[in-house]
């Protein structure tokens, strides 16, 4: 067996970010959490290259099967297919079908960036805030698999 430092899923369910905080905090040195993401986002959308990045390398040598069957996938329908795919889904949910639904209600004040919805501070629908009215349509469509922050800018903006 390689020298992965693994975690049993007790600690998995218990620890928020674990592969960053706990998996490339023991295999790569890195206490910082932007080497995890920048080798998340290398793996599911980068391309395939002959040679892996040092960090690439440690992930392949710890979860062979994952990046075998991330690189045959990439190689079947090529490396931007899941960024496209995830960007219609996206799309799908945040646009097509919550906003949708908002707008036909009348809130047409709501803007979306990405997997956000950026709204003034002020709207209320039936006296409950528009974040919980968001977060409710958003629960309705995709259960309880994520989470969110609100930022409070000269106008709010809920990160989804």
Do not use: W
Not at 54 to 75: D, Y
Not at 136 to 146: A, K, N
């Amino acid at each position: 067996m390689n020298d992965c430092n693994y975690m049993t899923g007790q600690q998995i369910q218990s620890t928020e970010n674990a592969l960053y905080d706990h998996f490339i905090a023991k295999n790569l040195g890195e206490s910082s959490r932007d080497i995890g993401k920048s080798l998340t986002f290398e793996i599911l959308f980068g391309k395939v290259y002959i040679q892996d990045s040092e960090g690439i390398a440690m992930i392949r040598s710890c979860f062979p099967t994952v990046l075998s069957i991330n690189h045959s996938f990439k190689k079947t329908y090529s490396y931007s297919y899941l960024p496209n795919l995830l960007q219609s889904v996206e799309s799908t949910i945040i646009v097509d079908t919550v906003l949708h639904e908002l707008y036909e209600e009348g809130y047409t004040m709501i803007l979306t960036k990405h997997d956000s919805f950026i709204y003034p501070n002020f709207i209320e629908i039936d006296n409950t805030d528009i974040k919980d009215v968001i977060l409710i349509r958003l629960f309705d469509v995709l259960g309880y698999i994520f989470s969110f922050k609100v930022k409070t800018y000269p106008h709010n903006v809920a990160h989804f």
